[in-house]
């Protein structure tokens, strides 16, 4: 008894700590907030719509962003968008007050002795979050204020010429007519027009012979095309202009609509534990509806809706099956990974197709599952851990200095970071983030990560199909795609080869693109489009490595290989033995040739007379019988002395010489 009410004691008292320290918190929290000045009474506030009517402050998050232009007939002097913005940032700061009040008086009571430590966190964290929640709104309540604000003083400026009175008449009359000169950014704008007129502008392009309004050139749709699809789905300029080079404008429209929805669930059976009927049933069990993703692939299944987590399941959790996009298992089946190959993942996070490798490869051989970033290396070993991958190395290197710490690869994935302009629909930030030079960065990472790959890959492959490095991307933009591959095609000795991949699945890569002009057989690799097949934007080229010579190294004349350099070795020998015909030719010795008082260092015999007393006791060989090539390698002068058997020898010798050379270069 002594123990347990000396334990409750300490329990106690520790409670007692954490309630004056949360009340120290809580005061403390008050006295900064008692600093904005205080008002009596705040019970509505003004909502901002082209009306005066006012809510509650818990509806002031249904706010009208876009007002109607009709609006701006109801804005005189005496409006309330008129008030100065320091009042109204007051206001705002007093809502804030007030709530956080209630909140505070809401949910600190005298009972804080009974929550439990756990409970007291959870309190603090809602408290920071309606915190930030309600600092937000009171932002974009003052940004709305002023936007209109500076609406009002516009419509009120007169024009010269008297028409100050039809002044909203003339902003609704550009407004129907769709003045090209109307900025399509603003608010002003209706969204159900902005559609209708994207969707007419469209119709004119695809038959602007008959459709076109006269005074107006493709151009000048065009232009207000763009803007459209800018204000309609919220992309930057740029980004706008890189779809519409890519497609056409009706397929432009589809490719941003396919955009704003999310793709389909999907995931992949792991094969090392279970089957795809096992797995459908215990999922179908547990409520999930779900149906094979395509006759493409046999692990892939589609999930349409779900009453569980479906990524919380107990197969989950026991490694059964992978979450992952569909577009990811096609580079996969491009590399078709086979039992007890050497493969390396060049960019392995979070592990998707590093799994799916491994179980290809039945758990057999050697997969290298490599990743430059530290702090992602966590998902991958887990991921790795949890489907039961058992023959793979995780590594923590730069890939572009890769083969400096490894190489020999039967087959390597280069999946290689980019702008991911094919997964807007998952990170709609692409939208407006990325610019031109976000493009030349990516661009030149992944030149520098293919030319790694390939020159980590054996082109002396044992494997079946071996020496395959594949390179693919989440984007659908060109210098991330064909350009990267055009400018390994220039360094190194490879070739495009199929992509594997259904034939009637993907669209071909371009081979020729406004200026730009790329080698036929970019025709071979695959692109993936969302509104083509339903599934994030890839790009998929395989590429298969002829040998292990540099482009670049033969322009410079440097070798860099082991057999090049035999060979210039041989080619110096060969030059520098180079024998003289006239010589071979005619062993008769001159009459007005002066004697040679030298002897012959090449000769056996020491004691041998000089060149010009010798007569040929034995037969010479045919020269016109023996190759060029042979006689380069003749001496100049050949002993009386040799047989002929050991002569047949050494030209027999030579010719195999020099036959090898010929098809070491063929």
Same mark, same amino acid.
């Given at each position: 008894m002594?123990?347990?009410?000396?334990?409750?004691?300490?329990?106690?008292s520790?409670i007692n700590?954490?309630?004056?320290?949360?009340?120290?918190?809580t005061?403390k929290?008050?006295?900064?907030?008692n600093k904005?000045?205080e008002?009596?009474?705040?019970d509505?506030i003004?909502?901002?719509?082209?009306?005066?009517?006012?809510?509650e402050?818990?509806?002031?998050?249904?706010?009208?962003i876009?007002?109607?232009?009709g609006?701006?007939?109801?804005?005189?002097?005496?409006?309330?968008?008129t008030?100065?913005?320091?009042?109204?940032?007051?206001?705002?700061?007093?809502?804030?007050k007030?709530?956080f009040?209630?909140f505070?008086?809401?949910?600190?009571?005298?009972?804080?002795?009974?929550?439990?430590e756990?409970?007291k966190?959870a309190?603090k964290?809602d408290?920071?979050?309606?915190?930030?929640?309600?600092?937000s709104?009171?932002?974009?309540l003052?940004?709305?204020q002023?936007?209109?604000?500076?609406?009002?003083t516009?419509?009120?400026?007169?024009?010269?010429?008297?028409?100050?009175?039809d002044?909203?008449?003339?902003?609704?009359e550009?407004?129907?007519?769709?003045?090209p000169?109307?900025?399509a950014?603003?608010?002003l704008?209706d969204?159900?027009?902005?559609q209708?007129r994207?969707r007419?502008?469209?119709n004119v392009?695809?038959?602007f012979?008959n459709l076109?309004?006269?005074?107006?050139?493709r151009?000048?749709?065009?232009?207000?095309?763009?803007?459209?699809?800018s204000?309609?789905?919220?992309y930057?300029e740029?980004?706008?202009d890189?779809i519409?080079?890519?497609?056409?404008?009706?397929?432009?429209?589809e490719?941003?609509?396919?955009n704003e929805?999310?793709r389909?669930?999907?995931l992949?059976?792991?094969?090392?534990?279970?089957?795809?009927?096992?797995?459908?049933?215990?999922?179908?069990?547990?409520?999930?509806?779900l149906?094979?993703?395509?006759?493409?692939?046999?692990?892939?299944?589609?999930?349409?809706?779900?009453?569980?987590?479906?990524?919380?399941?107990?197969?989950?959790?026991?490694?059964?099956y992978?979450l992952?996009g569909?577009?990811?298992?096609?580079p996969?089946?491009?590399?078709?990974?086979?039992?007890?190959?050497r493969?390396l993942?060049?960019?392995?996070?979070?592990?998707?197709?590093?799994?799916?490798?491994a179980?290809?490869m039945?758990?057999?051989?050697?997969?290298?599952?490599?990743?430059?970033?530290?702090d992602?290396?966590k998902?991958?070993?887990?991921?790795i851990?949890?489907?039961g991958?058992r023959?793979?190395?995780?590594?923590?290197?730069?890939?572009?200095?890769?083969?400096?710490?490894?190489g020999g690869?039967?087959r390597?994935?280069?999946?290689?970071?980019?702008?991911?302009t094919?997964?807007?629909?998952?990170?709609?930030?692409?939208?407006?983030?990325?610019?031109?030079?976000?493009?030349?960065?990516?661009?030149?990472?992944?030149?520098?990560?293919?030319?790694?790959?390939?020159d980590?890959?054996?082109?002396?492959?044992?494997?079946?199909?071996?020496?395959?490095?594949?390179?693919?991307?989440?984007?659908?933009?060109?210098?991330?795609n064909?350009?990267?591959?055009?400018?390994?095609?220039?360094?190194?000795?490879?070739?495009?080869i199929?992509?594997g991949?259904?034939e009637?699945?993907?669209?071909?890569?371009?081979t020729k693109?406004?200026?730009?002009?790329?080698?036929?057989?970019?025709?071979?690799?695959r692109?993936?489009y969302?509104?083509?097949h339903?599934m994030?934007?890839?790009?998929?080229?395989?590429?298969?490595?002829?040998?292990?010579?540099?482009?670049?190294s033969?322009?410079k004349g440097?070798?860099?290989?082991?057999?090049?350099?035999?060979?210039?070795?041989?080619?110096?020998?060969?030059n520098n033995?180079?024998p003289?015909?006239?010589?071979l030719?005619?062993?008769?010795?001159?009459?007005?040739q002066?004697?040679?008082?030298?002897?012959?260092?090449?000769?056996p015999?020491?004691?041998q007379?000089?060149?010009?007393?010798?007569?040929?006791?034995?037969k010479?060989?045919n020269?016109?019988? #023996?190759? %060029? *090539?042979i006689?380069?390698q +003749?001496?100049n002068q050949?002993? /009386? &002395? !040799?047989?002929n $058997? #050991?002569? %047949? *020898?050494?030209?027999n010798? +030579?010719?195999?010489?020099i036959? /090898? &050379? !010929?098809?070491? $270069? #063929?």
């Amino acid at each position: 008894m002594a123990k347990f009410s000396a334990l409750k004691r300490s329990r106690v008292s520790n409670i007692n700590y954490d309630n004056q320290q949360q009340k120290l918190l809580t005061n403390k929290f008050k006295q900064n907030v008692n600093k904005i000045d205080e008002i009596d009474e705040i019970d509505e506030i003004d909502e901002i719509d082209e009306t005066d009517e006012t809510d509650e402050t818990d509806d002031f998050n249904d706010v009208d962003i876009g007002a109607d232009a009709g609006a701006l007939n109801e804005f005189d002097e005496t409006d309330e968008f008129t008030e100065s913005n320091d009042d109204y940032i007051e206001n705002n700061k007093t809502v804030k007050k007030q709530i956080f009040e209630e909140f505070i008086d809401s949910d600190h009571d005298e009972n804080d002795a009974t929550l439990l430590e756990i409970e007291k966190k959870a309190l603090k964290v809602d408290a920071k979050k309606a915190k930030e929640q309600f600092e937000s709104r009171a932002e974009l309540l003052e940004a709305l204020q002023r936007q209109k604000k500076s609406i009002t003083t516009k419509a009120k400026q007169p024009k010269a010429g008297g028409e100050d009175e039809d002044e909203d008449d003339l902003i609704q009359e550009k407004i129907l007519q769709h003045d090209p000169r109307t900025a399509a950014g603003q608010d002003l704008l209706d969204l159900k027009s902005v559609q209708t007129r994207i969707r007419d502008i469209v119709n004119v392009l695809n038959d602007f012979k008959n459709l076109a309004s006269r005074g107006r050139s493709r151009s000048d749709y065009v232009r207000q095309l763009k803007q459209d699809l800018s204000a309609y789905y919220g992309y930057s300029e740029f980004m706008i202009d890189l779809i519409m080079d890519l497609f056409p404008c009706s397929e432009s429209l589809e490719f941003l609509e396919s955009n704003e929805g999310a793709r389909p669930v999907t995931l992949r059976v792991n094969t090392l534990k279970t089957r795809r009927r096992e797995l459908a049933q215990s999922l179908i069990q547990r409520g999930v509806n779900l149906d094979p993703l395509g006759k493409w692939t046999p692990v892939g299944l589609v999930v349409y809706e779900s009453s569980v987590p479906i990524g919380a399941t107990p197969e989950y959790l026991a490694g059964h099956y992978m979450l992952q996009g569909a577009a990811s298992l096609l580079p996969i089946i491009s590399l078709a990974p086979q039992p007890n190959d050497r493969i390396l993942d060049m960019c392995a996070a979070p592990g998707g197709k590093t799994t799916h490798i491994a179980a290809m490869m039945k758990n057999t051989g050697l997969l290298v599952a490599n990743d430059s970033n530290k702090d992602r290396l966590k998902a991958l070993i887990a991921n790795i851990h949890r489907l039961g991958c058992r023959n793979t190395i995780v590594t923590n290197y730069d890939g572009k200095k890769f083969p400096e710490v490894m190489g020999g690869f039967d087959r390597i994935l280069c999946d290689a970071p980019c702008t991911g302009t094919g997964v807007i629909s998952r990170d709609p930030s692409v939208k407006v983030r990325r610019t031109q030079d976000d493009f030349d960065r990516c661009c030149e990472i992944q030149k520098t990560l293919l030319l790694a790959a390939i020159d980590a890959i054996d082109a002396n492959s044992k494997s079946i199909g071996g020496g395959i490095v594949v390179y693919c991307t989440c984007s659908i933009s060109i210098e991330e795609n064909e350009q990267v591959v055009e400018y390994a095609l220039s360094k190194r000795d490879i070739k495009i080869i199929d992509s594997g991949l259904p034939e009637d699945f993907g669209r071909p890569g371009f081979t020729k693109f406004k200026e730009h002009r790329f080698h036929p057989t970019m025709e071979l690799a695959r692109r993936v489009y969302p509104h083509t097949h339903n599934m994030d934007g890839f790009f998929i080229c395989k590429i298969k490595k002829l040998s292990n010579e540099r482009k670049d190294s033969k322009q410079k004349g440097k070798p860099k290989q082991n057999n090049q350099t035999k060979k210039q070795n041989q080619k110096k020998k060969s030059n520098n033995q180079q024998p003289n015909n006239n010589q071979l030719n005619n062993k008769q010795p001159n009459a007005n040739q002066q004697p040679n008082t030298k002897p012959n260092t090449n000769q056996p015999n020491t004691n041998q007379q000089p060149n010009t007393k010798q007569q040929p006791n034995t037969k010479q060989p045919n020269i016109d019988e #023996i190759p %060029n *090539q042979i006689t380069n390698q +003749i001496p100049n002068q050949i002993p /009386n &002395q !040799i047989p002929n $058997q #050991i002569l %047949n *020898q050494i030209l027999n010798q +030579i010719l195999n010489q020099i036959l /090898n &050379q !010929i098809l070491n $270069q #063929i």
